[in-house]
């Protein structure tokens, strides 16, 4: 292949990676065309399929990308034992008394907030079932459950997975919900992630129905909901008084960002789990614990891993270098992941995608600069731009997912407006992924 020019470079890595996603979707399925003028760029020719010769390479790295996958949930949480533990000796007395409890997990972007619950239901059920209890739970994101109803209908699901997605309020659903637990005899963990967007659209009350679920009941059995909040911002900044004083500061973890070490044992594990043995010397994972450790962020180190290891894959190499962790580090970017792009809604992908293209010569912006080039991506794609305050709120939205910064101006803006900062990836590597994100769409 030609070396790229430097001034290219930044194309070359944006079609690098298009490449391994490219590779990533068709596996070894049909071939895929890409096709592009020559002139345009040397890496990609007339009819010139970008993964010719790529199709047929047998995977000689990595032996299951199921396991490297952001849903796939250890047996073993590296490092969080401390965590699960204070999870399980708060809402173990759900089970042993019957008694409704709450826990919230706060912690930055990959730090193993979401895992963490997913593995301690799964190790609860268990864990009751030896006791001959029954446990069920019921886990969401609320991105795409931020109203008290998307929630109630997810957790009545469990139940009756054919349950009507209308006509019952919510009063009535959790009335169904006691029924339904009365009849299965279970108790009910149910997993918030991201609640923080639930309470911004739709208020509190329903954290706090949850969390007295039952409670006035003096005869016969109580059936017990014990409610897990999943933030990256403090509980404190978004959960009213009434709901915050349910929580009691045991009930509330941090989890820290993982230091260098810890992120190298995380490594550790995935290599063991997903590549062939001998295909990962213990100075590569050394190394990916390095990179990472400027984040503390696990679903990087892990994205790392499996980047470099397709790298070394597509280069023909026995084993991963440290040359494929270098080419991998420069198409890896914490907090932006083509998972957290797909999950946003149109409205909110042009507002990014739009964001994107007006701060490539800035490093901030204001509202009204956003709204315009907002304006304009929607032009592009055939939307109507939707009103201020709308757009204001997928300002927000973006914010708390951690896909753009949003603060007050500082001196020499005049008024209230708020600026916008992007995360550390360059603008065109995010329009870039943000294009591809939408075409899938
Ligand atoms: N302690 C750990 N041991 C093994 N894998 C981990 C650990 N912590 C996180 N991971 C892995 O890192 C990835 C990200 O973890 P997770 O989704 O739980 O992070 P998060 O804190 O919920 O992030 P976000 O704030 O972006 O939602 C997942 O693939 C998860 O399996
Ligand atoms: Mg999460």
New binding site residues.
Partial sequence: MIAPAPQSYLAFSIIYRLRLNVIKRCGAGKPIEIVETPHQNPYLSLRNPVCMGFEDRPQKIISDFGKL??????E?????DGPMQSLFSTLKSSVEDGTNQRFAIT??????????AKRFCLDFQDWAAKKGQRVEFAIMNCRSRNTPSAVMLKVIERFQPNFPDRGFSVTEMLEILRKDLSKAGTHLVVVL??VNVLVKKSGSDLLYSLSRFDDERVTGTRHSISLIM?S?QPVTEFLDSATLSTLKRSNQIL?DK?SRP?LAD?VR??VELAFHPGTVDDDIVEFIADVSSEFG???F??ELLENAGRAANDDGLDSVGPENVRAAKALTYSVV?EN?LASLDRQKQLTLLGISRMMRKKSFATTGEAEKAYAVACEEFGERPRGHTQFWGYLQALADV?LIGLGPSGKGLQGNTSIITLPDIPCKVLEAKLLQVMEEK
């Fill in positions: 996958d952001f849903d796939y949930v250890p073993k949480l590296v490092h969080r912690g930055s972007v990959g730090t193993g907030k979401s895992s963490l992630d991201e999943i990256q989890l993982y810890e995380i594990q995935r962020d696990a679903r180190a892990i992941t957290k951690g």
